[in-house]
């Protein structure tokens, strides 16, 4: 991406099957809903430390999506951000998000740790729906 965008708009990227690598510079403040959905090769991404929301079905159906460090930019994840990321194994949650919504990891089947910060105070129904595998949260 070039480092002047600053908005990345709802499903732009919706079922780009050649997609594998995401940088996003620190120049994109908002990336909209479902922005990467079902971007089925996609394994890395590299969030903009300038994100201070991550959208409805961010990276739903990302399915061999392996690893995400969420920046300490976000402040608020919304529902189904990664539900059915199959291969989705780590998460470190950035240090100022205060809820997990519903859906969030729904069906991350082989989730096995994540940093779940502090401040969260809510996590919402099926937030954690069938990861079978998770055996670490710190």
């Given at each position: 991406f070039p480092f002047g965008l600053e908005e990345i708009r709802g499903c732009a990227f919706c079922y780009c099957k050649s997609l594998v690598d995401i940088y996003i510079p620190d120049s994109v403040t908002?990336?909209?809903?479902?922005?990467?959905?079902?971007?089925?090769?996609?394994?890395?991404?590299?969030?903009?430390n300038k994100l201070k929301c991550l959208e409805f079905g961010l990276f739903e159906n990302c399915i061999n999506l392996l690893a995400i460090d969420i920046p300490d930019t976000v402040e608020e994840m919304?529902?189904?951000?990664?539900?059915n990321c199959q291969n989705l194994q780590s998460v470190h949650l950035s240090e100022n998000i205060s809820a997990?919504?519903?859906?969030?990891?729904?069906?991350c089947y082989k989730l096995e740790k994540i940093h779940i910060p502090?401040?969260?105070?809510?996590?919402?129904?099926?937030g954690f729906y069938f990861c079978t595998k998770l055996r670490e949260i710190n």
């Open positions: 908002r990336i909209m809903s479902s922005a990467f959905s079902s971007c089925e090769n996609l394994k890395s991404v590299r969030l903009s919304w529902w189904r951000v990664f539900q997990i919504s519903a859906h969030s990891f729904r069906q502090k401040k969260v105070t809510i996590i919402e129904q099926l």
